[in-house]
């Protein structure tokens, strides 16, 4: 499936006016079959960085992070499939580096196990308005089964909120950022909040410092997994805090203010390249 039937200009209107887009049947079954596959893999054997967010015993919200480099499954999805053209057309980038994966599960009978609300711009190790995450699940996703949420302008606030952690809730990070997240929930009139259903084949992609949350999950039989691929653009520079997490502790072997690169940062897409211009002319055929 190519990407240009999937993004159109009114898509790149909203990506850039709310900081989130929803695209309906953009990833062909056989990509969302790959991603299963990856899936069971990293649950299975998950990485160092994983993580148990489930709030009370029973209930389980599991997370990994960056596992593409093991799990071939993913590393060809987040290389080869519509996702990278997704990204840069809606970012309006002509160089795309890939930056990472994150695995989520939250399983159901989890009604506490709760997704706070963040952006993801203070767990990365990036800055630059050319950043965002293609959110692709793996079944049907519901506001019951804790589909995610998102304070719609959020990303031209021009804050960088602290990060807070999901188990609790509780801030971190504090000595780098002023700003904690404004109380979404308490004034919807003034922080006006969007959420879609969606189904395998359809995906949200959000900016990285758009505010999003997601509820527990409270169906009976309905998990509800996915896996983000997140990008970054032209404008994207290697950035560190003090603060990061487990899962973005590695050698990278860039300095701060240097363009992403490298094994851990691959170039997917350039479109002054002989394949970026043949991707490129596609999208525009397709509006």
């Known amino acids: 499936m190519k990407p240009a039937a999937a993004v159109t200009h009114a898509d790149v209107a909203a ?21 299963r596959a990856g899936f069971a893999r990293v649950l299975a054997e998950p990485t160092e960085a994983r993580a148990e967010h489930g709030r009370r015993a029973g209930e389980r919200f599991f997370h990994d992070a960056n596992t593409w480099a093991r799990v071939p499954e993913f590393r060809r999805f987040a290389l080869e499939s519509p996702a990278a053209s997704i990204a840069a057309r809606l970012m309006g980038a002509t160089r795309l580096n890939f930056y990472g ?18 952006h993801d711009y203070p767990y990365l190790r990036v800055t630059g ?16 089964s804790g589909g995610m949420r998102f304070a719609r302008g959020s990303h031209r606030w021009g804050k960088v909120y602290r990060p807070v952690r999901f188990t609790t809730g509780e801030e971190f990070g504090t000595e780098e950022f002023a700003d ?11 922080y006006p909040v969007v959420s879609f259903d969606l189904e395998p084949g359809d995906c949200t992609v959000h900016h990285g410092r758009t505010l999003h949350a997601a509820g527990g999950n409270r169906t009976a039989s309905l998990p509800r997994r996915a896996v983000s691929f997140r990008y970054a653009g032209d404008d994207a520079r290697y950035a560190e805090h003090r603060h990061q997490p487990q899962f973005t502790r590695f050698a990278t072997g860039l300095k701060p203010g240097e363009p992403l690169g490298g094994s851990h940062y691959p170039l997917v897409l350039d479109t002054e390249g002989p394949r970026g211009r043949v991707l490129q002319a596609e999208a525009d055929a397709g509006t």
């Not at 695995?103 to 609300?117: D, H, L, R, Y």
């Not at 308005?129 to 019951?144: G, I, K, Y």
């Not at 904690?180 to 003034?190: E, F, H, K, T, Y």
């Open 180 to 190: 904690s997240v404004p109380a979404i929930d308490a004034d919807p009139a003034r």
């Open 15 to 35: 990506y850039a006016g709310d900081g989130v887009v929803c695209l309906r049947q953009v990833f062909a079954p056989e990509w969302i079959e790959l991603l």
């Open 101 to 118: 994966d994150h695995v989520f599960a939250k399983e159901p009978n989890s009604p506490q196990s709760v997704t706070p609300w963040h």
């Open 129 to 144: 308005e050319q950043v965002c995450s293609v959110w692709v699940p793996l079944q049907r996703v519901t506001a019951e």
